[in-house]
């Protein structure tokens, strides 16, 4: 099984992470594994951070390291300038091969929508974006965004180790001088 680390940022006011739970914290961490086929199987290491601007400096931390990100923005309201802004953050400091995909939440309420899919979608394709819409609250879409970004990461198994051999060859030890060569 693959491990790999995924930053969540949704914008607006959302208050719920992707599986519905309340945020109550800074981050919250949940984990999420997908099958991608019956010998091939990820479990991503979620840290949420719900997009809250008192937040934002600690947000580097959190996706650092991580191999995928996903931006969720409110499609009720206005969020999607600060999802823009996620995801320039994203390009200057996260790792370059880095997979993002842009999210217009809240397709549970799509009669009070006013960000157009059109707009996410294009904006998407401009920057290179995985696109999808989904609804945190109801769960619809939710899987098939985690499927679509699983089938995107380029799948890195560990070099086996030979028989016998422990830990870690770190490099060739260099003999140090036993004596003062001053």
Known sequence: ????????????????????TALKQPAAFLTQTVSLDE???????????AGQERYKSLAPIYFRN????????????????????WVREL???????IVIMLVGNKTDLENQRKMPREMGEKYAQEEG????????????GV?????EIARKLPLHTPTPRKPGQQGVAVGKEEETPSACTC
Not at 3 to 19: H, R
Not at 91 to 97: H, N
Not at 129 to 140: N, P
């Open 66 to 85: 991580s191999n995928a990100a996903v931006i969720a923005y409110d499609i009720t309201q206005a969020s999607f300038e600060k999802a823009k802004m």
């Open 1 to 20: 099984m693959l491990i790999l680390s995924l930053f969540v940022f949704i914008g607006g006011t959302c208050t719920s992470s992707l599986d519905g």
């Open 91 to 97: 390009q200057r400091q996260a790792d370059p091969s």
């Open 129 to 140: 974006l995985l696109f999808a819409e989904a609804s945190a609250k109801t769960g619809e």
């Open 39 to 49: 010998n091939t199987s990820i479990k991503f290491e979620i840290w949420d951070t």
């Open 143 to 147: 899987e098939e965004l985690f499927m």
